[in-house]
């Protein structure tokens, strides 16, 4: 039996031109066990970042050049969806609450408690555990709905619809017995163990079902 591919190691990615402050929340966060990598501005780390990347972001909000916000925003244009916590100092507030609105998961002001960073920290790692599970999950049942034969996907659309077998035998001009067979092939391929999984799931990746 071959082994499961080992979950990529989350990486807390620091970007704040205080070095003082950056070497401080290093040690912190290394103390504590997590892996950490520093960047003494945002140009910095857009030259190493990929949508790979896992783990989260402690952006300093004001930095010369490109401002964490400007940096938030374009890794977004990039695809790199990683969970941010902003830190502010005095006067930054509404900068952070920009932030928030979009997509940041929180911010702290400066000086901060550790406990408090440390809190915003696991919030963001299980945020983006949870996220790359979500788009695991997305992708296996797209891989699923494209291993469907024409009829098999033409039955699944009309259960989504909510029609019943003698229903989706009239439209599709069969019998219920076949309606049956297909729709338990159907179950099969996607890997649904109930009606309702099997909804949710094709709902989640095709929004605009159940007429398509």
């Keep these: 039996m071959s082994e499961l591919p080992a979950a990529p190691e989350q990486i807390v990615h620091i970007v704040d031109d205080d070095e003082a402050l950056r070497d401080s929340l290093v040690w912190m966060l290394e103390s504590h066990g997590y892996a950490v990598s520093a960047h003494d501005s945002a140009e910095a780390f857009l030259a190493v970042c990929s949508p790979e990347m896992t783990g989260c972001l402690v952006l300093d909000v004001r930095m010369p050049g490109m401002s964490g916000l400007e940096l938030f925003e374009e890794l977004g244009r990039r695809h790199c969806a990683l969970p941010a916590v902003f830190i502010t100092g005095h ?122």
């Design 91 to 212: 006067g930054d507030v509404p900068m952070a609450v920009s932030a928030l609105k979009k997509g940041a998961v929180d911010f702290i002001e400066k000086p901060f408690a550790e406990a408090d960073m440390l809190r915003l920290i696991e919030h963001c790692l299980e945020r983006e555990r949870e996220g790359r599970a979500r788009r695991r999950l997305e992708a296996d049942t797209v891989r699923r709905l494209e291993h469907l034969t024409q009829r098999e996907r033409e039955v699944l659309d009309l259960i989504i619809a909510g029609k019943l077998n003698k229903q989706i035998a009239d439209v599709l001009g069969i019998s219920i017995k076949t309606v049956e067979v297909h729709r338990a092939r159907v179950m099969e391929k996607m890997g649904a163990n109930s009606l309702a999984v099997l909804v949710q799931s094709v709902v989640t990746v095709e929004p605009g079902n159940p007429s398509r």
